[in-house]
């Protein structure tokens, strides 16, 4: 297949500099079988499925895949890899879109929502197309294994959407048990992302995988502190929206172990005007730093853990992915 011309992500280019010239013909591989896999041109969702694949966001997993498989340093494109950065996009993207129409959310990054521009009927099908994509590409392949760790993927993110909807209003759930939630709603799929990747470059799958799934873990914790900071400029999305949708996360959490007056508000009487003002209330105590502080943790002990690696740069580019997600880049 042809490379197609694809501007790198500014955010992305640094770590690509580092990982070498291998990898933004594989980016742009990517970018353009997952434009054609997200709408083939056989029906009436295509141009929504396609507007919301091209809206999408900076390709953090997809270029995760290729790091751990390792960039071919000749620039031949690697079809295990291209279709693991492919699938995993799609499923992002799938659960994006579903997550969309569960919570009402007129907003995504800073753009109007399928859910909004076409209801909810429309968004939940591009959503399923979405899903259903990921694993023809997958299946493509011909090998069970990377499907069967697609498949395992997407039941840990039902599994955390469902965890979420059960603890939806509580203030009482623990960190362990909103860790848990992260693991699943978010670690599983760079974990799975890094998995393929490793399978496609023989590395280490158990030990990649761990390694991005703290990394999820962590790009979570700091999801939920933007939820309560902002700004919406930067977010594309109003400050306290996991609080209205009853999202309770670690930074709110941690606030009410802190303040009595925050420990007395019972989470279903904010309403949207009064949102940005309990975020102030939240960002006022500790718990802001003290969730940036555990995300750090999380990462600097799965760097840690990382087997010791013989390609320098792709050591050094994971380095950078991690880096960026602590410094709130990625
Ligand atoms: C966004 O997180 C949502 C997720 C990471 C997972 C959503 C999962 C589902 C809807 C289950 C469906 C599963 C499949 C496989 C299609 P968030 O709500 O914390 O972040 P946001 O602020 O970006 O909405
Ligand atoms: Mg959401």
């Given at each position: 297949?042809?490379?197609?011309?694809?501007?790198?992500?500014?955010?992305?280019?640094?770590?690509v500099?580092?990982a070498g010239?291998g990898v933004p013909?594989l980016?742009?591989?990517?970018?353009?079988?997952?434009?054609?896999?997200?709408?083939?041109?056989?029906?009436?969702?295509?141009?929504?499925?396609?507007?919301?694949?091209?809206?999408?966001?900076?390709?953090?997993?997809?270029?995760?895949?290729i790091?751990?498989?390792?960039a071919?340093?000749?620039?031949?494109?690697?079809?295990?890899?291209?279709?693991?950065?492919?699938?995993?996009?799609?499923?992002?993207?799938?659960?994006?879109?579903?997550?969309?129409?569960?919570?009402?959310?007129?907003?995504?990054?800073?753009?109007?929502?399928?859910?909004?521009?076409?209801?909810?009927?429309?968004?939940?099908?591009?959503?399923?197309?979405?899903?259903?994509?990921?694993?023809?590409?997958?299946?493509?392949?011909?090998?069970?294994?990377?499907?069967?760790?697609?498949?395992?993927?997407?039941?840990?993110?039902?599994?955390?959407?469902?965890?979420?909807?059960?603890?939806?209003?509580?203030?009482?759930?623990?960190?362990?048990?909103?860790?848990?939630?992260?693991?699943?709603?978010?670690?599983?799929?760079?974990?799975?992302?890094?998995?393929?990747?490793?399978?496609?470059?023989?590395?280490?799958?158990?030990?990649?995988?761990?390694?991005?799934?703290?990394?999820?873990?962590?790009?979570?914790?700091?999801?939920?502190?933007?939820?309560?900071?902002?700004?919406?400029?930067?977010?594309?999305?109003?400050?306290?929206?996991?609080?209205?949708?009853?999202?309770?996360?670690?930074?709110?959490?941690?606030?009410?172990?802190?303040?009595?007056?925050?420990?007395?508000?019972?989470?279903?009487?904010?309403?949207?005007?009064?949102?940005?003002?309990?975020?102030?209330?939240?960002?006022?105590?500790?718990?802001?730093?003290?969730?940036?502080?555990?995300?750090?943790?999380?990462?600097?002990?799965?760097?840690?853990?990382?087997?010791?690696?013989?390609?320098?740069?792709?050591?050094?580019?994971?380095?950078?992915?991690?880096?960026?997600?602590?410094?709130?880049?990625?």
């Amino acid at each position: 297949m042809p490379a197609t011309r694809h501007e790198v992500p500014a955010v992305l280019r640094p770590i690509v500099e580092v990982a070498g010239p291998g990898v933004p013909p594989l980016l742009a591989l990517i970018e353009a079988r997952l434009r054609r896999a997200a709408a083939p041109g056989d029906g009436p969702v295509d141009e929504v499925a396609e507007r919301t694949v091209a809206a999408g966001g900076k390709r953090l997993r997809p270029l995760l895949a290729i790091l751990v498989a390792g960039a071919p340093v000749d620039g031949a494109p690697r079809d295990a890899v291209v279709r693991a950065g492919v699938a995993v996009e799609l499923i992002h993207t799938a659960t994006l879109v579903h997550d969309d129409v569960l919570d009402a959310a007129p907003l995504r990054r800073g753009r109007p929502t399928a859910f909004h521009t076409h209801g909810r009927a429309a968004a939940t099908v591009v959503g399923d197309r979405l899903l259903a994509a990921a694993f023809a590409e997958i299946a493509r392949g011909g090998d069970p294994e990377p499907a069967a760790v697609l498949a395992e993927a997407s039941r840990a993110l039902a599994r955390g959407e469902l965890l979420q909807r059960a603890d939806a209003w509580r203030a009482d759930v623990d960190e362990a048990r909103y860790l848990e939630r992260c693991r699943l709603k978010t670690g599983a799929l760079f974990a799975a992302a890094a998995r393929l990747g490793a399978l496609a470059g023989d590395r280490d799958p158990d030990a990649y995988a761990r390694f991005a799934e703290a990394l999820g873990v962590a790009f979570q914790l700091f999801d939920d502190v933007l939820d309560v900071v902002g700004p919406p400029e930067v977010t594309g999305k109003a400050r306290g929206t996991d609080l209205l949708d009853g999202t309770m996360t670690l930074p709110f959490l941690l606030a009410r172990a802190e303040s009595a007056e925050l420990a007395a508000l019972d989470p279903t009487t904010i309403g949207p005007a009064d949102a940005e003002g309990v975020c102030d209330r939240i960002a006022a105590t500790g718990a802001i730093a003290a969730t940036e502080d555990r995300a750090r943790e999380l990462v600097a002990a799965a760097l840690a853990a990382l087997p010791a690696d013989d390609d320098v740069r792709r050591a050094d580019a994971l380095a950078l992915v991690a880096r960026g997600v602590v410094d709130r880049r990625l």
